[in-house]
């Protein structure tokens, strides 16, 4: 029996295009976000290459499309890739407070379209809902701080 091909699509069609704005979400069965700052750091040097070279590599994903019951995507589901790409919405959050663009603004719509895994859903809406006043502050975000959730 043939194997059904499914079409590759591009990083920036899956996670950027308006045109596909499919909510993406990490299910339950994932792993928390548990990146440290060694693999931030190779994040970061991994952008600063970009930028003097334009050629990226982002990464491998894996994603499933779960179907609503009209046959549309109803969303993506994140298989493999997870901790870069919960990573990349922060980072997002971080270039949209510091560039003072809309919440809602095209570029930065991956944000409001990524859910997490439950588990880290309530302090990753908190970093989301409070971004300004965890940048503004002088001393360091602390995790397990109850004010940080209030």
Not at 19 to 45: G, H, M, T
Request: charged residues 25%; proline residues 5%; hydrophobic residues 35%.
């Amino acid at each position: 029996m043939p194997k059904e091909e499914t079409p590759t699509q591009t990083f920036a069609s899956i996670f950027f295009d308006p045109d596909n704005a499919v909510r993406i979400k990490v299910p339950d069965y994932q792993r928390a976000y548990s990146w440290e700052l060694p693999q931030l750091d190779l994040f970061i040097l991994d952008l600063k290459k970009f930028k003097e070279s334009k050629s990226y590599y982002f990464g491998h994903f894996i994603v499933e499309a779960i179907k609503a019951t009209n046959g549309d995507t109803e969303r993506w589901e994140v298989v493999d890739g997870q901790q870069r790409l919960t990573t990349l919405v922060l980072f997002l959050l971080i270039c949209r407070h510091y560039t003072g663009a809309q919440q809602g603004s095209s570029e930065y719509s991956l944000i409001e379209r990524f859910t997490t895994v439950s588990y880290d859903l309530k302090g990753f809406d908190s970093i989301k809902n409070h971004l300004t006043k965890y940048l503004s502050s002088q001393k360091p975000f602390n995790p397990k701080d109850p004010a940080n959730y209030q």
